[in-house]
Structures are given as structure tokens and as C-alpha cells.
T-cell receptor, first 110, second 114 residues
């Protein structure tokens, strides 16, 4: 089983739609969680950290479910500029590693 | 911009060449990283430096040799690479090496090995 798994997509959604991605992780000792965004042929950029209580930043909401070992990202009122690949990142205590998922590709259509 | 720069942005090299990738961070960070991103694969951590000391070597072949002369600069020396080493090589930095620290990525060097 992969350490971090994501549905590669693509998720094709119309502008204004709400879309959600999940990311599952295999190590129950995982400590910190992040969502990064990567545009085509660009570097990954931090979108948001994921806190145990869930957190929101504008149209973006991140949730953590430790019991089921997954994190989620919800995007409301999708914009064309949200089109990108969303990378799930998990870290585990005792290592320096950021473990990345392969990413979920989102296309927001006009 | 993230404050992490990488040169060159694109590199084509033969299997017998020796080249170096350079990364520089202008953020005052203490930790720097090299990652490899291949098509349809997740980013793979290669090396971690914290306060100029290598703290992680993620089973990377010896044809990749990192160097960190100071906390602002990181190099990846390449020699006798294989075609399967063609990938995007990303440098990142963070304030410290704690797992909670955000990592900031450079734009990457897109490497093609012929």
C-alpha cells in the first residue's frame, strides 16, 4: 500500500461548483498534514496546513480524520484559476520526510 | 516569488557529462532539501541539510552528490547519469527542520539525460 494515496483525476468541474478531494495515508503515526498546489510546469506552493480541528481559508476548507486516516480539501465556488494539481503531504515523527501524494488534477471549466 | 532560486532552469546532458545544479535561498532558512519529481510519480525526497549538515540521504545513488557550503546555498553534482534520471529536480528550504515547518520550493531544474 502506498504511504499517501490520491485519486489522480482529472476532476473536471464547471465554474462555481464545489469540489472535494480526499487523500489517504497509511502510517497512523503521521504527524503533520499539508495541501500544496502545483501549476503545470511550476513548483509546488503551500495552499494550507491541515489542523486536527479542521481549518478554513476563504473558499478552501481542509479536514483531518485520524480514525480513518485521511485528509480532505473542499473548494467552494471554483474559479478558472483553481485549475492545478493538488498535492497531499504527510509527515511522520522521527524522520525529516515530507511524503507527497501523486496529486489530484483539477480542471475548472468556463 | 518564493525566494528560492535554481539554476539552470533546463539542462540537457549526456551520460558521460558532469554538471551541477545550484539552489540559493534568500529567506534566512536553516534547512534545505533536494527533491526529484518524475512524470506520474510523487515528489521523492533525495537529501536534507540542516544547518549545513546532511541529515537525510534517502538511498540516492552515488552519481548524485550534494554539497551545502553554507545555509543559503545547495548544490547537486551530477556525474554518469542514466536516462531514467531525467526529471524535474526541485530545491526547497524551510526555517528549521521541524516537520511542522513549511517548505518553500524553487522553480526547479528540468533535466534531460541522453
Amino acid at each position: 500500500r502506498k504511504e499517501v494515496e490520491q485519486d489522480p483525476g482529472p476532476f473536471n468541474v464547471p465554474e462555481g461548483a464545489t469540489v472535494a478531494f480526499n487523500c489517504t495515508y497509511s502510517n497512523s503515526a503521521s504527524q503533520s498534514f499539508f495541501w500544496y498546489r502545483q501549476d503545470c510546469r511550476k513548483e509546488p506552493k503551500l495552499l494550507m496546513s491541515v489542523y486536527s480541528s479542521g481549518n478554513e481559508d476563504g473558499r478552501f476548507t481542509a479536514q483531518l480524520n485520524r480514525a480513518s486516516q485521511y485528509i480532505s480539501l473542499l473548494i467552494r465556488d471554483s474559479k478558472l484559476s483553481d485549475s492545478a494539481t493538488y498535492l497531499c503531504v504527510v509527515t511522520t515523527s522521527g524522520t525529516y520526510k515530507y511524503i507527497f501524494g501523486t496529486g489530484t488534477r483539477l480542471k475548472v471549466l468556463a | 516569488e518564493t525566494g528560492v532560486t535554481q539554476t539552470p532552469r533546463h539542462l540537457v546532458m549526456g551520460m558521460t557529462n558532469k554538471k551541477s545544479l545550484k539552489c540559493e535561498q534568500h529567506l534566512g532558512h536553516n534547512a534545505m532539501y533536494w527533491y526529484k519529481q518524475s512524470a506520474k510519480k510523487p515528489l521523492e525526497l533525495m537529501f536534507v541539510y540542516s544547518l549545513e549538515e546532511r541529515v537525510e540521504n534517502n538511498s540516492v545513488p552515488s552519481r548524485f552528490s550534494p554539497e551545502c557550503p553554507n545555509s543559503s546555498h545547495l548544490f547537486l553534482h551530477l556525474h554518469t547519469l542514466q536516462p531514467e534520471d531525467s526529471a524535474l529536480y526541485l530545491c526547497a528550504s524551510s526555517r528549521g527542520d521541524s516537520l511542522q515547518e513549511t517548505q518553500y520550493f524553487g522553480p526547479g531544474t528540468r533535466l534531460l539525460v541522453l
